[in-house]
């Protein structure tokens, strides 16, 4: 490889003495931050302020290629030189069965060289770009970063799979501190894909002291072997009051540059960059776009897989595509390649090829997310910085992006290489990257990569003629991050009907439930106040038990669940779990709304949709209570049956998370106390206004979403946002709580007893029903029997208390008995007339149809 490999510590070397001045002594001083260990460290890196609340300082590496522009061999000659350091240690048969995998951002281009330095591996880098029809083959998160949540989309679902002969993984990022991201992707990874080795390969091992042993701990508990290599060792040492101190200097020049910014050529150095900064009297130049010619078939990098056939493709490829940039350099004598974001590697090899195709004196770096200090000062490694919008459409939003050490570089051309994906107006703009650069150099030269986009599976294909989800505020009242609603919109169609045609239409046997609508209940003044004295009475409560069951999700099915709730009850509890876990982990889970229907299943199609955008083992189903258990065993038969006939898609986990499990159905909840959960006291008007789920053959055809409707014409008795709000606001007190009632639920026996199926079977045949799907128990069931169907009595257990203060009103209104009775292990239980008609026994239904 010649200086593409081990050569290249010379020239490191040789970059670096330039430099007196160590660019970590202004920080140093400043914070009385310690760098110490091997003799080379200070060559790699550098120091620099972090615009961060979880961390304070930001070792800057001088050999990365992301903030610190360096000559390109020597970015790809360090990464290679560490992939043939684990071939060497993997030996050559292990080798050729490894998958390597790279961190997103900085990391993906040091990845992708050591995978080359290995040879035969396959190369796969995480992301923070979404990419429809690819599911998710695992997620995880990075506390410390300002961006947390990392993606895995390979387009080949096997990637990560481990061999029969055992296939080693090696993990790539640029520094190897406390341990915590890797050491989380590992186990998050080989719970899914468990395999006998690891090797976990950094620029820099940071490690303190106290993280020394960690690793043999770690590899013991998971039971592989884990390697490190790493090509320099050391260790920060932080001083007490790092972080306030570090925000305090941040606070200070940030005060100092809001001042007037000078006109001079200064300017071009000016640390914070007000905006562009001309570099002669004239206007900048339009930038020269330059045709690369890109190879067919080669991926722009390793977001979705990159393979050794891949490889070789792109190194036949590489010294035309350079001498096309170099036809557009004109005269100019020292050039940047500026690669994009995650679009490390693409730019770096065309760097390397422009190397070796002009005379001119090449750097490359990339830009970033990561929002850091420029001081302009020869100790400090971030000289100065260009800001402009993000131009990829980001999934997370806009925001601004970063280009460091660009402007005062002495660049007299600069090479942006993007990814087509990111070749949008926002790149072209008047504040733009584009303008931004050209402010700071006599010419900008564009190179668009085309983003490579997998070929879909059949499954994926079918399933992108699905529609998206629907969201708020055009379907449902609740925001549209809270949650996605894998239904059609079925609100100009007339679907209710009298509760007690429905009753009698359903029991003979002549309807489904599913297939019309009760008459929406209109609560009356005395039971909304009802509600609002239930929900302040209960929003502790609620709080925890949403707090558990978010914990007990988040440490057993991975770090970034994908939250599916059982529309419509689970649908307010799912939102809840979401803002737990942002709330207390940063974590933006995705939520979607399905629809299930007892004696009919599950909606399929939601399932296909779900399987094409998220990784199956990912999803979470959500609902809100547990009765009898019948959902739940509807749940795992439906999936059961979506597997056999859907095997392309994977299994889904049918374990369904509650918040309250009286029933002892499942062995993921907040509680198993039977109290009032205030979203049951109502319908629409507590779960975004959106109605129960249709499923009529004639509106509900083979390609379609189950059905429901928005009824917007409740907008002024919607307490929805109250609900939510009035429990979120209690998170922060029960927090304690939480921690101590989660960890004590993981170490416990939380398998189901089924309690209550047993007692709703007696109960049955006791009160002569033989029918259980005629007998409702626990206090959410029963009270949608009296806001849905045509109660016959009402079992409530002895001494319940204000628990069942909204029933006894309801059952007053509806002229139904309340029985009290013993040994129930419900709080209550709801019994619907058999064989209904309507002349039987029980209510005349005029509070529910009453206009």
Sequence with gaps: MGEHGPAADEHIREEETVDVEWSGNWVAGRLGVELVGDGELRELLGLALRRNPKRAHLLVSNVLGKHVPQRPSVVHGVGYELGERVRHLLGEAEARRAVVLGYAETATGLGHAVADGLGVAPYLHST?????????????????????????????????????????????????????????????????????????????????????????????????????????????????????????????????DAGPVASGPSAEHDAQDAGPVASGSSAPRPPVRVALDWPAGVPDGGRHGFTPVHRAALEAALPAMGARIAGALGEARRVLVLGFEELMYAPLRLATALEDATTAEVRYSTTTRSPVLAVDDPGYAIRSRLVFPAHDDPADGPGDRYAYNVAGAGFDAVVAVVDSAADTPALHAPDGLLARLAGHTDRV?????????????????????????LRGPAFSSYAAKDVGWLLQDLSDTVLEAPTEEREEAIQSGGAHYAESLPVEYQPSPQYQELFKAALDTSATRIARAVGTVTETVLAE??????????????????VLMRRWAQHRHGLDLPHYAVSIVRGRGIDANALRWLAAHHDPADVVFVDGWTGKGAITRELAAALEEFAAAHPECGPFDPEIAVLADPGGCVRTYGTREDFLIPSACLNSTVS?????????????????????????????????????????????????AVDAEAKELLAADRAPTWEGWAAVERISEEYGIHDVNLVKPGVGETTRVLLRRVPWKILAKRGAGADLDHVRLLAEQRGVPVEEVEELPYTCVGLIHPKYTRGATGADGTAVTAK
């Design 128 to 256: 923070r770009r979404p990419v429809p029809g690819v599911a998710q083959a695992g997620g995880f998160e990075e506390a410390h970063s300002h961006a947390t949540s990392h993606l895995l989309l390979p387009e080949d679902p096997d990637l990560l799979k481990a061999t029969a002969e055992g296939s080693p993984l090696v993990l790539v990022d640029d520094e190897f501190s406390t341990g915590n991201t890797v050491l989380n992707t590992i186990r998050a990874l080989h719970a899914r894909y468990p395999r006998d080795r690891y090797v976990i390969v950094a620029l820099v091992d940071m490690r303190s002291e106290a993280d020394q042993g960690r690793l043999a701990e770690f590899a013991q508990e998971i039971g592989a072997r884990v390697d490190l290599v790493a090509r320099a060792r050391g260790t920060v040492r932080l001083p007490e009051g790092v972080l306030e101190k570090g925000r305090s200097l941040v606070a200070e020049h940030d005060a100092r």
């Design 445 to 469: 030269v564009l190179a668009v990569v085309p983003s490579y986009v997998p070929s879909p599976t059949p499954h994926r294909q079918e399933a992108a003629m699905l529609p998206e989800p």
């Design 557 to 574: 099915r991975g770090p970034r669940p994908v939250l599916v709730s059982l529309a419509r009850a689970g649908t307010p509890v799912g």
């Design 688 to 736: 975004g206004l959106i109605s129960r789920t249709v499923l009529r053959s004639d509106l509900v055809g083979p390609h379609d979403f189950h059905g429901a409707k928005f009824y917007r014409e409740l907008a002024d008795t919607d307490v929805s946002g109250l609900f939510l709000d009035t429990v979120a606001a209690r998170f922060d007190e029960v927090a304690g």
